[in-house]
């Protein structure tokens, strides 16, 4: 059996887009599969995602971590995902596109370490 392993740095967690439900406060993330993977192995990467309201005023997801797939022992890795130009030849999809440029994402310091491992909010 294959699955994905995440590693997510909590501290880059936007603490205003938290919402409450009927059993608990609630975070909204997306995992995207990258093209390729780094020089880590990381197949995956993982967003939060900002509420409805805040992604119609123009408000992006922020990057919190990544993931890699992980294969039982003598099990083979699961089929590459398909380019993109195959995909727009079957009749579906976003025309392919050049690669985009690299953004940096800013982010505010995160807190200075008590020493404790709690969670800082």
Known sequence: MSHIILKLDVQKIVKEWL???QKGTYLDLVIYQNDTEDPYGNSHVVKQSPSKELRDQGTKPVI???G???HAT???APAPRPAPASAQQAGYGRPAQA???SRT???PAPPPDDGTDKIPW
């Open 64 to 66: 919190i971590g990544n």
């Open 105 to 107: 994402i800013e982010h």
């Open 19 to 21: 919402f409450r439900g």
């Open 68 to 70: 890699k797939w992980m």
């Open 99 to 101: 690669a985009r440029p």
């Open 74 to 76: 003598g099990q083979q």
